[in-house]
């Protein structure tokens, strides 16, 4: 029985002294910085899509062809570049009709989808690329999606303008409790991934414009922020 309780006198002088070695920890302050920066978009991408119907699902889509090849070919001779184009989808599927009364139905006719993606550098070509599409057969333009060729660095600059927040934020807290700031401990930050702007333009049916389609871009907004742990210096005698 001796010998069990000088080693549980041991273990608890041997724990107190690991307990006094243990360095304190150093005063820290934390904050939070937010910052956001407002871009114009400068690039856009359209879905231009084209959809026919026929008695036959070759009938549909031969049409179908015919007038993605015409709008395919006036969008190059815009100028448009091979790498601009792309399709985004094609589908082929028949068109049912059922009896009043319910039971089978039959297939009445055929209809056919060709969407192809557009992506332009230039966000003035918008309009004309628009009525271009629509005066050679389009019937389908569901959405813009505008973008930024700076967004990236407009992101990078948001961060910054966070830190900085953050910083004047710990200055002000170090100042009123008699204190100086120090160096950074820890950094994290958060922004959201960048994502395009859609528009809310959809089209359908044939159009032709007496005037180019205008379009409005606006603005981009991005947003960063930050959490910080500074180091915390005391002043004297504190």
């Known amino acids: 029985m001796k010998k069990i309780i000088t080693a549980l006198m041991l273990a608890a002088v041997s724990t107190a002294g690991a307990q006094q070695m243990m360095p304190s920890q150093p005063p820290r302050i934390i904050t939070s910085g937010e910052a956001q920066v407002r871009v114009i978009p400068d690039r856009a991408t359209i879905l231009i899509g084209v959809q026919t ?3 036959t699902a070759a009938v549909a889509g031969a049409d179908n062809a015919r007038r993605q090849k015409a709008i395919l070919d006036t969008l190059k001779m815009m100028g448009l570049t091979p790498d601009q184009l792309a399709t985004q989808n094609y589908s082929v599927y028949p068109e ?21 993606r557009v992506e332009l550098r230039r966000i003035e070509q918008v309009g004309g690329v628009i009525d271009a599409a629509l005066a050679k057969g389009a019937n389908q333009i569901n959405s813009i999606q505008f973008t930024s060729s700076m967004a990236a660095e407009a992101r990078r600059s948001a961060m910054a303008d966070a830190v900085r927040d953050a910083r004047a934020d710990a200055e002000v807290l170090a100042r009123a409790a008699g204190g100086t700031l120090g160096s950074v401990i820890e950094l994290t930050s958060s922004a959201p991934p960048i994502r395009p702007m859609f528009s809310d333009m959809a089209v359908r049916g044939m ?15 991005l947003t960063a922020s930050v959490s910080v742990i500074w180091q915390f210096i005391p002043g004297p005698g504190r």
């Open 96 to 116: 049912m009709q059922y009896p009043p009364t319910g039971g089978q139905g039959k297939v009445v006719g055929y209809n056919v989808s060709n969407v192809v």
């Open 207 to 221: 159009a032709k414009a007496e005037v180019q389609t205008p379009i409005e871009p606006g603005e981009q907004v």
């Open 53 to 55: 119907r026929g008695a």
